[in-house]
């Protein structure tokens, strides 16, 4: 099938319906060239202010329309999406770096994230029901949203906060990552035809468009991906007006292997989950706590896995599963961390290294084996393909390590003593935890963290919610009887 978007064409933001185009215009990088891709708005305050106020009339209607009447839409934008997989695929390989069966994977998981979210209906609930009166609790829409969008997983995250908003009867401005744009502005040109206008909007902008939104008077809730450090200063220009807010932040995941593991079958899960989008996922297991008694078989077992099926190179190569890092900021920052495994001392089991013979930001997989915990590796976020490898002993120790740091997105625990494992999963503090995987996500099951990785969830009925005021309905019912 012909795809129904010119991957190469950008005319305007989409505002009210229409592309709109902007006197600037920019462009992004291709992680695995470092070629200029194709130009796209850069949107103004005042394009911004216009999209609110287009936003804020259709808000009108929009939050009047019924459950059944939006979520045909919703379906209709699924079924286009599905229609132009392909393209989206290949633009989201093109403009992110990841290999293009996950690409692939990405859209596929958006369609079906869509379908599922248009059944989830948030009902009225009878709170106390008796021949006086009867009590309602019940949802109303909060207005106008801003989904603030990270580069990592444009599409998915993108539309797991725009499906969500617009079936609780919001309209909603999506902010794509100024690394990120493609995808975003072709999901917004797929929609046009399908929602009234005003009703979802997609702006592309540069580093100022993110805070003009967050203060912006006109804007009543945002819904943020991102890192911490810039999830705080959302929090912060939020509390202004007194925005409502949800914040998907960073992990630091950690994930808990049992001495009665078999080894080969768990090892290649867990690598994966180390070095999936080159390890920048928010819930990649990015802190590898193995028992004392299995480690060196483990890591050895590690080591030998990644040499044989982790390859690094071009997204559209066959085979390859740690593409480029995403862009130049972060490239940098990830080899500053693989500086440090000689800076401190730190022993490789798996030396990885940059390749600076390319305009790719490549980088191959590290291991580093058994750092201090009080290390940069451990502690921070390093969102690229290096992780380390911990030894542990006891039970009570390694929750304890597992939980001492700030963040607290996911984690998981591995072992066929599945009653010993429930037990240390349950003790574990952080918003999604596995046991014997890591990194399930599904649209009807709440994603969000603990502690500095996030306020609020976003998915399931949970997540329906959080688009939504609550309203105390009281009817009484014999006062004029
Ligand atoms: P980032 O915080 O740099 O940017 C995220 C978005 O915020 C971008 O669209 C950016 O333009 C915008 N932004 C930047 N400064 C802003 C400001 N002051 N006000 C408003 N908006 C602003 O994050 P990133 O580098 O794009 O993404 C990587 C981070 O996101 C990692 O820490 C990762 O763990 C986290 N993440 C979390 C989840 C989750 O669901 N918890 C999912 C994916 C990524």
Same mark, same amino acid.
């Given at each position: 099938m012909t795809a129904q978007f010119d991957i190469k064409s950008y005319p305007g933001n989409i505002i009210n319906g229409k592309f709109v185009s902007t006197q600037a215009t920019r462009h992004s990088i291709d992680p695995a060239t470092g070629e200029a891709l194709y130009e796209v708005p850069v949107a103004s305050k005042d394009a911004l202010d216009a999209a609110v106020g287009h936003a804020r009339d259709a808000f009108k209607t929009w939050s009047k329309t019924s459950f059944g009447e939006r979520a045909k839409l919703v379906l209709r934008w699924a079924d286009a999406i599905e229609a132009n997989k392909d393209e989206l695929g290949k633009l989201l390989t093109t403009e992110q770096g990841k290999p293009i069966d996950l690409a692939n994977t990405e859209v596929g998981l958006t369609v079906q994230w869509l379908r599922t979210f248009a059944t989830l209906e948030l009902k009225d609930e009878v709170l106390d029901d008796n021949e006086e009166r009867t009590i309602y609790l019940t949802r109303v829409p909060i207005g106008v949203c801003g989904a603030i969008v990270p580069w990592n997983w444009p599409v998915l995250l993108g539309l797991g906060k725009v499906g969500p908003a617009l079936l609780t009867g919001n309209t909603i401005i999506m902010k794509p990552s100024p690394f990120t744009p493609y995808c975003d502005l072709k999901l917004g040109e797929l929609a046009m035809g399908i929602f009234p206008p005003g009703v979802f909007q997609v702006l592309s902008g540069d580093d100022s468009l993110g805070p003009w939104m967050t203060e912006h %008077? *006109?804007?009543?809730?945002i819904t943020f991906t991102g890192s911490i450090e810039t999830g705080k200063r959302v929090a912060a220009s939020c509390a202004k007006t007194l925005k409502r807010y949800v914040l998907e932040l960073g992990g630091n995941d950690a994930a808990i292997v049992c001495e009665d593991v078999d080894i080969p079958k768990c090892l290649p899960k867990i690598t994966m989950m180390a070095f999936l989008n080159s390890g920048q996922i928010c819930m990649c297991a990015k802190r590898i706590y193995v028992h004392e008694k299995i480690y060196d078989e483990f890591r050895d077992a590690m080591v030998e896995f990644t040499k044989n099926h982790v390859k690094t190179g071009g *997204?559209?190569? %066959? &085979?390859?599963v740690v593409g480029p890092v995403q862009n130049a900021m972060q490239f940098k920052f990830v080899k500053d961390m693989y500086a440090d495994v000689d800076k401190y001392g730190w022993t490789a089991a798996l030396q990885g290294k940059a390749r600076d013979d390319s305009k790719g930001y490549f980088i191959e997989p590290a291991i580093i084996d058994n750092p201090p915990d009080d290390s940069r590796i451990v502690v921070e976020? %390093?969102? &690229? %393909?290096i992780v380390p490898l911990l030894k542990w002993s006891g039970e009570d120790e390694v929750i304890d390590r597992a939980n *001492?740091?700030?963040? *607290?997105?996911g984690a998981s625990v591995w072992a066929k003593d599945l009653e010993r494992a429930e037990r240390m999963a349950r003790r574990l503090s952080a918003g999604s935890v596995w046991v014997n995987s890591h990194f399930d996500v599904a649209p009807n099951v709440p994603f969000g963290g603990h502690k500095e990785s996030g306020i609020g969830v976003e998915w399931g009925i949970e997540g329906m919610k959080k688009f939504t005021n609550t309203t105390s309905l009281w009817v009484w019912k014999k006062v004029f009887a």
């Open positions: %008077p *006109g804007i009543d809730m *997204g559209f190569e %066959p &085979g390859v976020e %390093p969102f &690229g %393909p *001492g740091l700030k963040t *607290g997105l």
